[in-house]
């Protein structure tokens, strides 16, 4: 019975001062931050404007969905999460009834520009309206757009069934140079998620992260190894012909012995 009152004493002692908090102090912190403040999305959000800001890139893999030889295309469905600091958008979650995060629609914070570089179709903003971006009171903003990724990736047959392929995903902020940002993998790099999609005739066998710096720009490379597995080429396409050319071989025997009779 004590044990259990000083939990629910400890609990509301610990928990107080975030549930105090109502909606009008998120109106207000609202107001603060987006209007008061005059947030201008425009505007790279760094005090300095000569220190470059650092963007975290992690991406979660949630299933293969194409692999087309023809094309050279690998098709991709996963997850970016971006995160970097906005120095323009802190509070103290005192100030507002103790609020720590609110959630703000993507398209009116700044962002920058990442976008898919070995894309396979025309460059596209990545995300979409009605996502929201996660925003802490130190100005911490988690943006994580859901996308299925097309990319240009070299896929060599030679040894199929038995082939193993090597496709890249690069990320860059496609107008913003290395003064401006400083784009390198979150501390995760790539993942796959928990409920990884299984794919028919391809297997994930591994997965890397990278950070590519060059001259003018910053990047950040994922690469997915998959394997082809041989028994669905197997049993689609080789057993079929093998089926068929053993056919053939009995369909001349008939043949003979008919002409024969
Ligand atoms: C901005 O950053 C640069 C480079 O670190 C530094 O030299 C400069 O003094 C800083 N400016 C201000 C106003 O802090």
């Known amino acids: 019975m004590t044990t259990s009152w000083c939990l629910i004493t400890l609990l509301t002692f610990t928990f107080g ?5 109502s909606n009008i102090n998120v109106q207000n912190l609202y107001t603060l931050l987006f209007t008061t403040n005059g947030y201008n999305k425009l505007i790279r959000p760094s005090k300095n404007q000569s220190v470059p800001l650092s963007v975290h890139v992690i991406f979660t893999l949630y299933g293969i969905s194409g692999v087309d030889e023809i094309e050279q295309k690998l098709t991709a469905t996963g997850w970016l ?7 323009l958008l802190s509070w103290k979650p005192a100030s507002y009834g103790g609020l720590r995060y609110i959630y703000y629609p993507q398209g009116k914070v700044w962002k920058p520009d990442i976008s898919l570089q070995n894309g396979f179709s025309k460059l596209k903003e990545l995300g979409s309206k009605f996502i929201s ?25 030679t040894y199929f069934p038995f082939d193993k392929q090597t496709c890249h995903l690069d990320f860059v902020a496609w107008s913003l140079s290395n003064k401006d940002v400083h784009i390198t993998q979150g ?17 994930i066998i591994s997965s890397t992260a990278l950070n590519l710096a060059e001259s003018h720009e910053t990047k950040v490379r994922f690469t997915i190894v998959m394997q082809r597995k041989p028994l669905y080429a197997i049993m689609n396409y080789i057993m079929p012909i093998l089926l068929l050319s053993i056919l053939d071989i009995f369909t001349f025997k008939i043949r003979l012995v008919q002409g024969n009779a």
């Not at 999460?81 to 120095?87: L, R």
């Not at 996660?134 to 047959?157: A, H, M, T, Y």
């Not at 501390?187 to 297997?203: N, S, T």
């Open 133 to 157: 971006v996660f925003i802490d009171s130190n100005g911490l903003v988690n943006w994580r757009p859901f996308q299925v990724f097309e990319s240009k990736c070299d896929i060599d047959s």
């Open 81 to 87: 999460e971006v995160e970097w600091t906005d120095e």
């Open 187 to 203: 501390r995760m790099g790539i993942k796959l998620a928990d409920d990884l999609q299984r794919h028919g005739e391809w297997k």
């Open 17 to 21: 001062s975030v549930i105090s908090q």
